[in-house]
T-cell receptor
Framework: QKEVEQDPGPLSVPEGAIVSLNCTYS??????FMWYRQYSRKGPELLMY????GNKEDGRFTAQVDKSSKYISLFIRDSQPSDSATYLC????????FGTGTSLTVIP | GAVVSQHPSWVICKSGTSVKIECRSL??????MFWYRQFPKQSLMLMAT?????????EQGVEKDKFLINHASLTLSTLTVTSAHPEDSSFYIC???????????FGPGTRLLVL
């Protein structure tokens, strides 16, 4: 079993839709949770960084961590074509583990 | 803040030559830097973890003599692909971790094409 599981998609939504991206994990020791956005041919860009359970909001982005279910989510409100990218979840405890990434396309 | 640069952004070289890629943390000190490799439409593959002033720790299956890593200062790590072959063609990305933080900041990546 992989440490981190992420549906690779692809996910295609119309502009303005709410997008939900998810990852599950198996190691209950993970404490730090991150979401990265990667545009084609670019390095990943840190979007959200949370510690332990709960929600964190930043503009149109909300990161949610449910440690009891070992489940994290990233919500994108009012999605824009510029949000089209691959989204990687990551988590760590001494060592980093990345999901495989979900490819998102927002159609104008 | 937390900007990481890579140089060059892309390089084309002949088979058998060596290529050096630089990774710099521009506005912070990074005691730990990471090197990744990424194939098209695939996720990041960690190659090695580089700590300032000590030898890099390589992941299983990564040849340390092929991929030489030097982390000479708190702001600079280099990856040298020695005797490059076409199968080494890939997207190489570095990242740096801030002291006291549990997150990584990535560079823009270097695209290597070996002919």
């Amino acid at each position: 079993q992989k440490e981190v599981e992420q549906d690779p998609g692809p996910l295609s939504v119309p502009e303005g839709a709410i997008v939900s991206l998810n990852c599950t994990y198996s190691n209950s020791a993970f404490q730090y949770f991150m979401w990265y956005r990667q545009y084609s041919r670019k390095g990943p860009e840190l979007l959200m960084y949370t510690y332990s359970s709960g929600n964190k909001e930043d503009g149109r982005f909300t990161a949610q961590v449910d440690k009891s279910s070992k489940y994290i989510s990233l919500f994108i409100r009012d999605s824009q074509p510029s949000d089209s990218a691959t989204y990687l979840c990551a988590m760590s405890v001494n060592q980093f583990y990345f999901g495989t990434g979900t490819s998102l396309t927002v159609i104008p | 803040g937390a900007v990481v640069s890579q140089h060059p952004s892309w390089v084309i070289c002949k088979s058998g030559t060596s290529v050096k890629i630089e990774c710099r943390s521009l506005d912070f000190q990074a005691t730990t830097m990471f090197w990744y490799r990424q194939f098209p439409k695939q996720s990041l593959m960690l190659m090695a973890t580089s700590n300032e002033g000590s030898k890099a720790t390589y992941e299983q299956g990564v040849e340390k003599d092929k991929f030489l890593i030097n982390h000479a200062s708190l702001t600079l790590s280099t990856l040298t692909v020695t005797s490059a072959h076409p199968e080494d063609s890939s997207f190489y990305i570095c990242s740096a971790r801030l002291v006291g933080q549990e997150t990584q900041y990535f560079g823009p990546g270097t695209r290597l094409l070996v002919l």
